[in-house]
């Protein structure tokens, strides 16, 4: 067979982006050279959060997890040299979405392109943000309206444009089973589409040009036949779902479109060379089916439950899917599963499930309403609880962590502080004077009217992504664009999920979870109090609360009383709930790299007010450089994704406490 004749491959990206905008377009570049096919921008924390990078909760995020873009001048930046009518570019990027996109749009035609050729997709998912990231912004009323208005304005002005991909990639990331994942997915697309029919501002006979650019981000675990059994799935619901409610009659229109990141959850710090593995693995469950075969793969890095892989490290992951579309036979075939009745059964049940599940959201008033009434996110956190209590069981089985422990030395490691990359510390004090002389060298009076016109948008009913583009034209910043919105709409808290969570472990007598709870009673004894209190913080403005939520939950059930009030707290909140609630412990998760700054800042914030007896701990992707600095600071113990027993952590944490409180150590095994 020539090569002529087989299926095109699927779109080949590499989720990039970190420090400054520059930095990320030389990245951009090299990778481009290097085979990619499409470009994923990683956008850092502020700017996905709606903040400039000299906002005080901005402190220590700004071009972390991502690039850095506060107004038109960095977006020009980023894309400098890359032609933007030539590209297919993703954006994840969703409270923001609205505002990403318009300094998109005019950077493009900066360059001269056709806005009619412009390819791409906005993530603009905000429920999983809700259930999961912790990126939101505004309330779901008024994140709805912006979702809407910017689908209608890109159906009329940027037809190629993908304006939302349905996230349930982060809800898996976030505990999700299969069926959780279809159904939750499919409640927010329903949501989203009738949100567009209702706003009359695309005509009932243009309805199917809206379906046909929706499209689905999605993710594919390490469990190969249910994964792609799933994305079978998926596809019947979808097509399903727009024949039945919408009336779309073109099947082309009704197709299911997604793209993939395969699964980061599974990617392990001991021994991480068996990622490669896995993440092979995953891609195949979502490349081998060809009738329910992804349009576009990104894969993450062997290391990134180490830090922030290396651009070595995502060019291994580009290369494996460079030698599965064009080394093997794989695109010659059709669908290799067709008449299989294995596959058939698990996929009919997936749909009849997932059917049912979607059915009770929509009893419920929808997406929407579930979120507000903590449905979504308390069904998430019970799920991952369940997940975690059967790998710590040994129910569930993962390769270097709770079987096959032992290894030879790994050379991928054997420098573990340069295994992975690092963010220049004084990269966030030049990006701050940066923005200061952007907003120094603008036509401040344009830029002020154009906010004005913003609000004036958003108190009305008229489609905001006009306003928006002029505030991108004007030098507006990222920040100012969304505090204007702020203003008129407010800001929405999501709930944590915790406080109703089920007991995921047993606590028989003689289990682990007894034991600590044991430790916990005694504790609170010798102390003379009636119950042990632990404060779980998330300083700063990472939202990937999966790993707080489950502490607060196994602290709970081993008999804890525990503050946990959710994401996007400064040091000095934390500070502030910790005294007042007079805690026995701080417990402060990062996952984005702040640790090096916040983390320090809660410690001496205590000392400064006297409570040198409250022990703080730190957990999330911390490299071993940085642990050992903390550790120094007086940090009292650091978790890492190696950790992997929630109990065992409960256990040290009490350790902890009677350490700070000069009791003696307990005889009882945690």
């Known amino acids: 067979m020539t090569e002529r004749q087989k299926d095109r491959p699927w779109l080949m990206r590499t989720y990039a982006g970190h420090s400054t905008a520059e930095a990320s377009n030389e990245l951009y570049r090299r990778n481009l050279a290097k085979g990619q096919t499409g470009l994923s921008v990683a956008f850092d924390l502020p700017t996905q959060t709606g903040y400039d990078p000299d906002h005080v909760l901005a402190r220590g995020e700004v071009g972390r997890v991502g690039v850095p873009v506060s107004h038109l001048g960095d977006m020009r930046r980023l894309f400098q040299d890359i032609p933007l009518e030539q590209m297919n570019t993703s954006m994840t990027i969703n409270a923001t979405a609205m505002w990403l996109l318009a300094l998109y749009q005019v950077v493009a035609e900066e360059q001269g392109a056709d806005p009619d050729r412009l390819q791409g997709t906005t993530q603009n998912d905000i429920v999983k943000e809700y259930l999961s990231r912790g990126t939101h912004v505004f309330p779901p009323g008024p994140s709805l309206r912006l979702t809407t208005d910017m689908i209608t304005y890109t159906v009329n002005r940027i037809p190629k444009w993908n304006p939302i991909n349905i996230c349930s990639y982060h809800l898996q990331e976030a505990g999700a089973t299969p069926v959780q994942e279809i159904a939750y997915a499919m409640s927010t697309a329903i949501a989203v589409l009738d949100a567009v029919r209702d706003s009359g501002q695309v005509p009932e006979e243009r309805f ?129 599963f067709a008449g299989s009745h294995v596959i058939e059964a698990k996929v009919e049940e997936l749909v009849a499930e997932s059917l049912a599940e979607i059915d009770r959201i929509q009893q419920m008033g929808g997406a929407m309403a579930a979120v507000e009434s903590g449905y979504l996110k308390s069904e998430l956190v019970s799920s991952h609880a369940t997940r975690r209590a059967r790998i710590e069981g040994g129910e569930e089985k993962i390769v270097g962590v709770n079987i096959y422990e032992t290894t030879e030395p790994n050379p991928l490691t054997a420098d573990l502080d340069a295994a992975i990359m690092t963010v220049d510390p004084e990269n966030e004090a030049r990006v701050v004077a940066a923005l200061h002389e952007w907003r120094d060298n603008r036509d401040e009076a344009r830029a002020t009217e154009a906010l004005s016109a913003l609000k004036k948008a958003a108190a009305g009913t008229e489609n905001m992504m006009e306003a928006t583009v002029e505030c991108a034209r004007a030098g507006v910043t990222t920040g100012e664009w969304s505090w204007a919105l702020r203003d008129v709409f407010g800001e929405f808290r999501a ?176």
């Open 208 to 336: 199917g040009d809206v379906v046909a650019r929706i499209s689905f981000f999605v993710n594919a675990g390490v469990r190969f036949i249910e994964e792609m059994c799933k994305m079978r799935a998926f596809g019947r619901i979808w097509d399903q779902v727009t024949r039945e409610r919408y009336g779309i009659e073109n099947p082309k229109q009704r197709r299911f479109r997604y793209g993939v990141q395969v699964n980061s959850l599974g990617l392990t710090e001991a021994q991480p060379e068996n990622n490669v593995q896995r993440i092979v693995l995953e891609m195949l469950a979502v490349t081998l089916s060809k009738d329910a075969r992804a349009r576009a793969v990104q894969l993450p890095a062997w290391n990134e439950a180490l830090g922030l892989p290396r651009p070595w490290d995502q060019q291994w992951s580009l290369r494996i899917q460079q030698v599965l579309a064009h080394e093997s036979d794989l695109l010659e075939y059709e669908d290799i």
């Open 495 to 670: 709930p944590t999920g915790v406080s109703s969570a089920p007991v995921a472990v047993a606590a028989e007598a003689g289990t682990p979870l007894a034991l600590v709870r044991e430790k916990v009673a005694r504790t609170a004894e010798d102390l003379g109090i009636g119950r042990l209190r632990l404060l779980v913080g998330k300083p700063g403005l990472d939202g990937h609360s999966n790993g707080a939520e489950q502490i607060a939950v196994r602290a709970r059930d081993a008999g804890f009383e525990v503050v946990y009030q959710g994401i996007r707290l400064t040091p000095e909140q934390i500070t502030d709930a910790a005294l007042a609630e007079d805690v026995h412990c701080v417990g402060l998760s990062i996952l984005s790299g702040s640790h090096a700054e916040l983390v320090p800042d809660v410690l001496n914030r205590l000392r400064e007010a006297g409570a040198t007896d409250i022990p703080v701990i730190a957990g999330g992707i911390i490299p071993p450089a940085d642990a050992r600095a903390l550790i120094s600071a007086g940090v009292a113990a650091v978790f890492t994704p190696k950790d992997f027993g929630i109990t065992e952590i409960i256990g040290r944490i009490v350790d902890e406490i009677r350490k700070a409180n000069k009791l003696d150590p307990l005889e009882v095994p945690a």
